[in-house]
């Protein structure tokens, strides 16, 4: 072995031990989003902040900066390999970035943090944003030294973006954003003047949880989820954790009054697994195998929850089993109104209730006024006025409080800035990486017509699971369309859908 496959190997060992870390950290807050007992609260706090400041403590050690250094400058990093030079590259610019934060400041934003979190849970309940203001323009303050201390050159919003989305830029994000705008609302207007909206009301029906979990895990297992290797449980908080290569956790909620909750929870959350269970285990704990970013790991859940799981051909398949089901709430509906009710589309103003569409007009105005936040071309004091203002531009709605208004979101109070335009670039990714993958494979929706999913998920595999961190996410999506990044995937696909939902001319 040279001398620097030897420190190579170093660095490997060091960081799988920090992955036993982090993965048993994720196990204990899986449990605590699951079955932990109301009293094993305090305890439970104190085993994931020891592991947490065990993990910091290795990742910050100089030594391993310096290996990481010695192994990017070697005359010998040009030969090794592929899944190596990625390795060494990925991990001294996460490393490098992070060890940039002075010790003073880090401290002060996870302080800073935590309380603003606590005061943003009174003020929204109280709907008072006043209250809130003080503790948000000092995250606001300390986010902006942060992005300053990152040294990156550029505007202060790239720097924090890119540690969600490695490598975009803010510049592109608003182009972006602004071509959907401007496509995204006339077509809305047009559903909101159509004489056909589908009638809802059959997914508000009696829907009991047993009989919904059977046809969520059926359909999870269908589009290949894993459960030899991963488990589907019950929480409040939807979400999917990995705690180990083989072992990848998606949790959902169930309402009975409410069919969509659930369901499409349960393929939102079992995409976001697929690709889990898709990296290449055997670089498990390194780059190569490690989700790529927050945008792509969006793209395969909306992939599956919306282009396959809305998809006609899908339910063409499903319907007999949800009939079966559901005999009292679906035995005398349709196939097409269902299919109807599952696309409809309405201007709301709570993001997390909006609809395939609207949703990326929520993340739009999100995006303009925490970028003019942290450049300072708006301040914390504008800010309610400036949501309402966007709200009613983009939705014709305005928030009747700061609750359903500008406090409605964790995120800010979290420090999350740059965070949401994630969920938007996924879903553009989703679409674009569905066209490319129905190019090659041929039409999808005859292939879930027939219950097949097998097809697309290997495609995935093949173009975006396997590589991990070795590509950027923009490359991969590049690549696997031959195509540059672009909002007309979308568009085209939002526009074909709603025409047909809601019977538009054109
Ligand atoms: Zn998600």
Known sequence: ?????????????????????????????????????????????????????????????PRLREKLQNLAHAPEFGSVSFEQQASVRELSR????????????????????????????????AKKFGDFAPALERIVRLKREQATAYGMGGLAYDALLDDYEPGARSAEIAAMFAALVAELVPLLGEVKASKHHPDVSLLHRNFPKLAQEQLGRQAAQAIG??????????????????LGPHDCRILTRYDEQFFSTAFFGTLHEAGHGMYEQGLRSEYYGLPPGQY??????????????????????????????????????????????FWRAINYSAPSLIRVEADEATYNLHIALRFELESALISGDLTVAELPAAWSDKYHAYLGL????????????????????????????????????????????????SHFQRGQF???????????????????????????????????????HLRTKLRRVYRLEG
């Not at 879903?427 to 129905?438: C, G, K, P």
């Not at 697309?456 to 991990?468: F, I, K, P, Q, T």
């Not at 195509?483 to 085209?492: D, E, H, N, V």
């Open 1 to 61: 072995m040279t001398p620097w496959e030897s420190t190579y190997q170093q660095v490997c060992r060091e960081l799988q031990e920090v992955q036993l870390l982090q993965t048993t950290q994720a196990l204990l807050e899986w449990d605590q989003q699951t079955y932990l007992p109301q009293q094993g609260g305090a305890y439970r706090a104190e085993q994931v902040s020891f592991l947490a400041g065990e993990v910091h403590r290795r990742k910050s050690d």
């Open 94 to 125: 996460t490393i490098e970035k992070a060890s940039r934060l002075p010790q003073r400041l880090v401290e002060e934003l996870a302080r800073a943090c935590s309380l603003g979190q606590q005061v943003w849970v009174e003020a929204r309940r």
């Open 225 to 242: 989820f894993d459960f030899q290797r991963g488990r589907l449980d019950v929480t409040h908080h939807p979400f999917c954790t990995e």
């Open 292 to 337: 790529c970013s927050l945008g792509l790991h969006e793209s395969q859940s909306r992939l599956w929850e919306n282009l396959v799981g809305r998809s006609r051909g899908f339910w063409e398949h499903f319907w007999p089993e949800a009939v079966r089901l559901f005999p009292a709430a679906l035995g005398a509906s349709a196939l097409e109104d």
């Open 398 to 445: 305005r928030p009747a409080d700061d609750a359903e208004g500008a406090l409605q979101d964790v995120h800010w109070s979290a420090g999350l800035f740059g965070y949401f335009p994630t969920y938007t670039l996924g879903t553009l990714y989703a679409s674009q990486l569905f066209d490319a993958a129905e190019r090659e494979l041929g039409a999808l929706e």
């Open 454 to 492: 097998q097809p697309l998920l290997e495609w995935l595999r093949r173009n975006v699971h396997r590589h991990g961190q070795t590509l950027t996410a923009s490359e991969i999506v590049t690549r696997a369309s031959h195509q540059p990044i672009s909002q007309a995937p979308l568009l085209a």
